[in-house]
């Protein structure tokens, strides 16, 4: 079992910053990749960036050039740091954590941080 707990969310300007972070508990070892996801009002969850356990990464079109995924496996704490910041990118975001074992991948969520970037 992995647990993760976010922080970090809160009330910015159009075009300033916020940096969230994810930290995580319990299984750690075993988790390969990491990732944020957002869900604004009435809308679906969407992918906003991936990290592997080798560092690879992966935006949304969305976010390219603005957001920045990192990881620190000895802080076992996942960081997003939004730049740029839009009133579109007002969302509920979610850490998540998979971990793959033979025949399958378990995947946890965290309990999600609240941003809201102001016009």
Excluded: H
């Amino acid at each position: 079992q992995v647990q993760l707990v976010e922080s970090g969310g809160g009330l910015v300007q159009a075009g300033g910053s916020l940096r969230l972070s994810c930290a995580a508990s319990g299984s750690i070892r075993r988790i390969n990749t990491m990732c944020w996801y957002r869900q604004a009002p009435g809308k679906q969850r969407e992918l906003v960036a991936t990290i592997t356990d080798g560092g690879s990464t992966n935006y949304a079109d969305s976010v390219k050039g603005r957001f920045t995924i990192s990881r620190d496996n000895a802080k076992s704490t996942l960081y997003l740091q939004m730049d740029s910041l839009k009133p579109e990118d007002t969302a509920v975001y979610y850490c998540n954590a998979k971990t793959f074992f033979a025949g399958g991948v378990n995947a946890y969520w965290g309990q999600g941080t609240q941003v809201t970037v102001s016009s």
